[in-house]
């Protein structure tokens, strides 16, 4: 019953934006830990972004600057805006949730396809000219 979308995936050009969307249902996503991940053919799927319970934010070095992630919890969902877009963005996106929050108390270096419970279908992102 604890189910992940994603939505808001497409096809940009560099330097575009986009915005990706997490609606949670099944669930209140309030005490969850929130993580956006992305995988690219031929690659293991990475730790982009993540928002934790209190609003403390984790963002992969290379996205630092050009990505912000946040949650509306009376929307149940979780954004990822994703600004100044690189060839290099070019992936499945996906969410993921984990309870009990794990990161109330702070993030680690990076965060683990391993360390999130749920996840959401995907949502392709393409960045092309």
């Known amino acids: 019953q604890l189910q992940l979308v994603e939505s808001g995936g497409g096809l940009v050009q560099p330097g575009g934006s986009l915005r990706l969307s997490c609606a949670a249902s099944?669930?209140?996503?309030?005490?969850?830990?929130i993580g956006w991940f992305r995988q690219a053919p031929g690659k293991e799927r990475e730790g982009v972004s993540g928002i934790s319970s209190r609003y403390t934010t984790y963002y992969l070095d290379s996205v630092k600057g050009r990505f912000t992630i946040s949650r509306d919890n009376a929307k149940n969902t979780v954004y990822l805006q994703m600004n100044s877009l690189k060839p290099e963005d070019t992936a499945v996106y996906y969410c993921?949730?984990?309870?009990?929050?794990?990161?109330?108390?702070?993030?680690?270096?990076?965060?683990?396809?391993?360390?999130?419970?749920?996840w959401g279908q995907g949502t392709q992102v393409t960045v092309s000219s």
């Open positions: 993921a949730a984990e309870y009990p929050d794990p990161y109330h108390s702070g993030w680690p270096r990076s965060i683990r396809r391993a360390d999130f419970g749920s």
């Open positions: 099944g669930f209140t996503l309030d005490a969850y830990a």
